[in-house]
């Protein structure tokens, strides 16, 4: 990983077109989905968990590959950039600071950020939590670029099952 940051802004304006179109479609609001909406991210950092196996020592088999663990690492984004929304965030550069060089733990402090968030929906916790996520990357092979075009791609996907009535 030769990137050293990464501009997230211009995707809180994408996931707000979404969360638009979303709320439009099934009559709901940020207030109405924030539960849903934390339960969905946790979720999803367990399914991006589940791809990269950093946990199972009782197994010999890798990780998935790239394309896939990218996938799952952008489902986590659109949940995080969608909370981010209602607090105001609009914008977003952050500058990879690794914490914690073992996954499972860096994932473990993630659950416990958003655990704290759902308690204090604040700027500061939504900060920790996002940052504490996006300090992840660099313990893959992912660019910036790519996981920027891996949060595209499942937008596209989101709107089409938007209007597949998924």
């Given at each position: 990983m030769t990137d050293d940051f990464i501009d997230l802004t211009e995707l809180f304006a994408l996931q707000a077109g979404l969360d638009e179109e979303i709320a439009e479609r099934h009559g709901v609001t940020y207030e109405s989905t924030f539960e849903r909406r934390v339960l969905a991210l946790l979720v999803e950092?367990?399914?991006?968990?589940?791809e990269t196996r950093c946990f199972k020592y009782w197994s010999y088999k890798g990780p998935s590959a790239k394309e896939v663990v990218l996938d799952e690492y952008a489902?986590?984004?659109?949940?995080?950039l969608s909370l981010g929304i209602p607090l105001g965030v609009s914008q977003y550069k952050h500058y990879f600071h690794v914490k914690e060089k073992d996954l499972t733990k860096a994932i473990l402090q993630v659950y416990e950020d958003v655990s704290e968030l759902r308690k204090e929906y604040s700027v500061e916790n939504y900060a920790r939590a996002f940052g504490d996520y996006l300090n992840i990357v660099p313990l893959f092979d992912f660019s910036s670029e790519e996981v920027?075009?891996?949060y595209r791609k499942k937008l596209g996907t989101n709107h089409q099952r938007q209007k597949d009535h998924y």
């Open positions: 950092l367990g399914e991006f968990a589940n489902d986590g984004l659109h949940f995080l920027i075009e891996a």
